[in-house]
Protein backbone atom coordinates (compact mmCIF):
# COMPACT_ATOMS: atom_id res chain seq x y z
CA UNK A 1 0.00 0.00 0.00
CA UNK A 2 3.03 1.86 0.30
CA UNK A 3 2.90 2.61 -3.57
CA UNK A 4 -1.00 4.05 -3.26
CA UNK A 5 0.90 6.75 -1.08
CA UNK A 6 3.68 7.36 -3.05
CA UNK A 7 1.10 7.39 -5.99
CA UNK A 8 -1.04 10.08 -4.21
CA UNK A 9 1.64 12.27 -3.20
CA UNK A 10 3.35 12.31 -7.03
CA UNK A 11 -0.12 12.90 -8.85
CA UNK A 12 -1.36 15.24 -6.23
CA UNK A 13 1.91 17.64 -6.49
CA UNK A 14 2.31 17.30 -10.07
CA UNK A 15 -1.68 18.04 -10.98
CA UNK A 16 -1.00 21.43 -8.73
CA UNK A 17 2.31 22.51 -10.49
CA UNK A 18 0.86 21.53 -13.58
CA UNK A 19 -2.33 24.01 -12.66
CA UNK A 20 0.17 26.64 -11.82
CA UNK A 21 2.22 26.31 -15.49
CA UNK A 22 -1.47 26.10 -17.20
CA UNK A 23 -3.57 28.38 -15.12
CA UNK A 24 -0.68 30.74 -13.31
CA UNK A 25 -0.54 31.33 -10.14
CA UNK A 26 -0.57 35.43 -8.68
CA UNK A 27 -1.63 36.33 -12.48
CA UNK A 28 1.40 34.86 -13.49
CA UNK A 29 2.34 31.54 -15.18
CA UNK A 30 5.04 29.25 -13.72
CA UNK A 31 6.87 28.23 -16.84
CA UNK A 32 9.77 27.18 -14.00
CA UNK A 33 7.43 24.10 -13.08
CA UNK A 34 7.12 22.20 -16.54
CA UNK A 35 9.77 19.81 -15.61
CA UNK A 36 9.10 19.52 -11.91
CA UNK A 37 5.78 18.74 -12.92
CA UNK A 38 6.91 16.11 -15.92
CA UNK A 39 9.26 14.59 -13.35
CA UNK A 40 6.09 14.38 -10.75
CA UNK A 41 3.34 12.95 -13.29
CA UNK A 42 5.61 10.39 -14.44
CA UNK A 43 6.74 9.51 -10.60
CA UNK A 44 2.80 9.00 -10.27
CA UNK A 45 2.98 6.62 -13.40
CA UNK A 46 5.35 4.65 -12.02
CA UNK A 47 3.46 4.09 -8.65
CA UNK A 48 0.58 3.88 -10.08
CA UNK A 49 1.67 0.42 -12.41
CA UNK A 50 3.02 -0.68 -9.16
CA UNK A 51 -1.07 -0.83 -7.68
CA UNK A 52 -2.32 -4.56 -7.77
CA UNK A 53 -5.85 -3.30 -9.11
CA UNK A 54 -6.81 -1.96 -12.28
CA UNK A 55 -5.20 1.66 -12.52
CA UNK A 56 -2.19 -0.37 -12.15
CA UNK A 57 -2.90 -2.90 -14.85
CA UNK A 58 -3.80 0.60 -17.08
CA UNK A 59 -1.00 2.23 -15.84
CA UNK A 60 1.87 -0.44 -16.85
CA UNK A 61 0.07 -0.95 -19.85
CA UNK A 62 0.54 2.58 -21.09
CA UNK A 63 4.13 2.15 -19.82
CA UNK A 64 4.87 -0.83 -21.86
CA UNK A 65 3.25 0.50 -25.22
CA UNK A 66 5.35 4.07 -24.91
CA UNK A 67 8.64 2.22 -23.85
CA UNK A 68 8.28 -0.24 -27.14
CA UNK A 69 7.19 3.08 -29.24
CA UNK A 70 10.40 4.87 -28.21
CA UNK A 71 12.64 2.35 -29.52
CA UNK A 72 11.67 2.90 -32.80
CA UNK A 73 11.19 7.26 -32.07
CA UNK A 74 14.68 8.87 -31.47
CA UNK A 75 12.40 11.73 -30.21
CA UNK A 76 10.43 9.73 -28.00
CA UNK A 77 12.98 7.65 -26.90
CA UNK A 78 14.56 11.61 -25.48
CA UNK A 79 11.41 12.23 -24.30
CA UNK A 80 10.97 9.37 -21.87
CA UNK A 81 14.24 9.31 -20.85
CA UNK A 82 14.00 12.94 -19.90
CA UNK A 83 10.67 12.18 -18.27
CA UNK A 84 12.28 9.28 -15.96
CA UNK A 85 15.31 11.86 -15.08
CA UNK A 86 12.96 14.57 -14.12
CA UNK A 87 11.39 11.56 -12.04
CA UNK A 88 14.26 11.06 -9.91
CA UNK A 89 15.69 14.39 -9.53
CA UNK A 90 12.01 16.54 -8.99
CA UNK A 91 13.15 18.80 -5.98
CA UNK A 92 16.03 20.23 -7.70
CA UNK A 93 14.10 20.78 -10.36
CA UNK A 94 11.72 22.54 -7.73
CA UNK A 95 14.78 24.78 -6.65
CA UNK A 96 15.15 25.50 -10.45
CA UNK A 97 11.96 26.62 -10.53
CA UNK A 98 11.89 29.03 -7.39
CA UNK A 99 15.33 30.22 -8.99
CA UNK A 100 13.72 30.80 -12.50
CA UNK A 101 10.77 33.10 -10.37
CA UNK A 102 13.26 34.97 -9.20
CA UNK A 103 14.98 35.83 -12.15
CA UNK A 104 11.41 36.81 -14.12
CA UNK A 105 10.78 38.75 -11.15
CA UNK A 106 10.70 42.68 -11.40
CA UNK A 107 12.26 43.22 -7.68
CA UNK A 108 15.10 40.43 -7.59
CA UNK A 109 16.07 40.53 -4.06
CA UNK A 110 12.64 40.51 -2.82
CA UNK A 111 11.41 37.77 -5.06
CA UNK A 112 14.77 35.80 -3.68
CA UNK A 113 13.97 36.20 0.06
CA UNK A 114 10.68 35.24 -0.39
CA UNK A 115 12.00 31.88 -2.45
CA UNK A 116 14.62 30.74 -0.14
CA UNK A 117 11.92 31.54 2.90
CA UNK A 118 9.16 29.02 1.38
CA UNK A 119 11.54 26.59 -0.36
CA UNK A 120 13.62 26.34 2.96
CA UNK A 121 10.51 25.45 4.95
CA UNK A 122 8.62 23.57 2.57
CA UNK A 123 11.90 20.85 2.46
CA UNK A 124 12.38 21.43 5.98
CA UNK A 125 8.56 20.30 6.51
CA UNK A 126 8.94 17.72 4.57
CA UNK A 127 12.09 16.01 5.99
CA UNK A 128 10.30 16.20 9.55
CA UNK A 129 7.37 14.29 7.60
CA UNK A 130 9.51 11.36 6.20
CA UNK A 131 11.38 10.96 9.18
CA UNK A 132 8.06 9.93 10.72
CA UNK A 133 6.80 7.87 7.75
CA UNK A 134 10.40 6.26 7.94
CA UNK A 135 9.92 5.84 11.61
CA UNK A 136 9.75 2.04 13.01
CA UNK A 137 6.69 2.95 14.64
CA UNK A 138 4.95 2.99 11.77
CA UNK A 139 6.23 0.06 10.03
CA UNK A 140 5.73 -1.76 12.84
CA UNK A 141 1.75 -0.14 12.29
CA UNK A 142 2.06 -1.19 8.82
CA UNK A 143 3.19 -4.99 9.49
CA UNK A 144 1.01 -5.56 12.64
CA UNK A 145 -2.39 -4.46 9.92
CA UNK A 146 -4.00 -7.17 8.49
CA UNK A 147 -7.26 -5.43 7.29
CA UNK A 148 -6.56 -4.23 3.23
CA UNK A 149 -9.14 -1.11 3.47
CA UNK A 150 -7.26 -0.18 6.39
CA UNK A 151 -4.14 -0.44 4.75
CA UNK A 152 -5.54 1.63 1.51
CA UNK A 153 -6.85 4.05 3.90
CA UNK A 154 -3.64 4.59 5.77
CA UNK A 155 -1.59 4.77 3.13
CA UNK A 156 -4.58 7.74 1.72
CA UNK A 157 -3.84 9.57 5.01
CA UNK A 158 0.09 9.34 4.55
CA UNK A 159 -0.12 10.14 0.91
CA UNK A 160 -2.53 13.31 1.69
CA UNK A 161 -1.07 14.16 5.09
CA UNK A 162 2.54 14.50 3.01
CA UNK A 163 1.21 16.71 0.77
CA UNK A 164 -1.10 19.18 3.11
CA UNK A 165 2.13 19.31 5.20
CA UNK A 166 4.36 20.77 2.41
CA UNK A 167 1.71 22.92 1.71
CA UNK A 168 0.76 24.39 4.89
CA UNK A 169 5.24 24.35 5.54
CA UNK A 170 5.71 26.12 1.93
CA UNK A 171 2.77 28.76 2.53
CA UNK A 172 4.40 29.76 6.28
CA UNK A 173 8.17 29.72 4.77
CA UNK A 174 6.64 32.27 2.00
CA UNK A 175 5.05 34.61 4.74
CA UNK A 176 7.92 34.64 6.80
CA UNK A 177 9.34 36.02 3.83
CA UNK A 178 7.08 38.42 2.79
CA UNK A 179 7.68 39.57 6.42
CA UNK A 180 10.98 39.49 6.47
CA UNK A 181 10.90 41.55 3.23
CA UNK A 182 8.40 44.24 4.57
CA UNK A 183 10.34 44.43 8.10
CA UNK A 184 13.64 45.36 5.75
CA UNK A 185 11.79 48.15 3.84
CA UNK A 186 9.95 49.84 6.98
CA UNK A 187 13.60 49.96 8.47
CA UNK A 188 14.96 51.09 5.12
CA UNK A 189 12.59 53.82 5.56
CA UNK A 190 12.66 54.67 9.37
CA UNK A 191 16.61 55.27 8.59
CA UNK A 192 15.67 58.16 5.59
CA UNK A 193 13.41 59.83 7.93
CA UNK A 194 15.73 61.22 10.77
CA UNK A 195 18.13 62.29 8.11
CA UNK A 196 15.50 64.34 6.76
CA UNK A 197 14.71 65.98 9.87
CA UNK A 198 18.01 66.71 10.77
CA UNK A 199 18.57 68.83 7.56
CA UNK A 200 15.41 70.50 8.25
CA UNK A 201 16.09 71.48 11.37
CA UNK A 202 19.67 72.76 10.61
CA UNK A 203 17.84 74.54 8.13
CA UNK A 204 15.74 76.17 10.72
CA UNK A 205 18.43 76.78 13.31
CA UNK A 206 20.08 79.00 10.63
CA UNK A 207 17.59 81.64 8.98
CA UNK A 208 19.57 84.98 9.02
CA UNK A 209 22.37 82.88 6.77
CA UNK A 210 19.96 81.76 4.48
CA UNK A 211 18.33 85.05 4.25
CA UNK A 212 21.98 86.44 3.95
CA UNK A 213 22.36 84.21 1.14
CA UNK A 214 19.37 84.22 -0.71
CA UNK A 215 19.81 88.13 -0.53
CA UNK A 216 23.56 87.92 -2.19
CA UNK A 217 22.15 85.91 -4.97
CA UNK A 218 19.65 88.55 -6.19
CA UNK A 219 22.27 91.71 -6.29
CA UNK A 220 23.28 91.99 -9.94
CA UNK A 221 27.46 92.27 -10.20
CA UNK A 222 26.82 95.76 -10.34
CA UNK A 223 24.51 96.14 -7.02
CA UNK A 224 27.52 93.81 -5.35
CA UNK A 225 30.04 95.91 -6.31
CA UNK A 226 28.61 98.88 -4.98
CA UNK A 227 27.96 97.44 -1.80
CA UNK A 228 31.71 96.56 -1.95
CA UNK A 229 33.48 100.30 -2.90
CA UNK A 230 30.46 101.52 0.40
CA UNK A 231 31.86 98.91 2.93
CA UNK A 232 35.88 100.10 2.06
CA UNK A 233 34.91 103.58 2.01
CA UNK A 234 33.25 103.50 5.53
CA UNK A 235 36.04 101.42 6.85
Known amino acids: MLDLAVFLKAATFGGRNADKVVNGSNGHHDEGRVLATTGQLTAAGKAAAKLDNILG ?37 LVGAAGYRVL ?88 KVPEKKISEEINKLNPLKNETAKGEEALSDDELGSVLVRKDVIA
Open 57 to 93: KSAQAAIDVMCKTSQHNKALDYAVKGANWASKHVNPL
Open 104 to 191: VADKKDEALKKEVCGMSAMFGTEALMKEFLNSKYLKDVHANMNNKYAKAALAVIEGLGFVAGSIAGSNVGYKVGEFYVNQTKNREIEQ
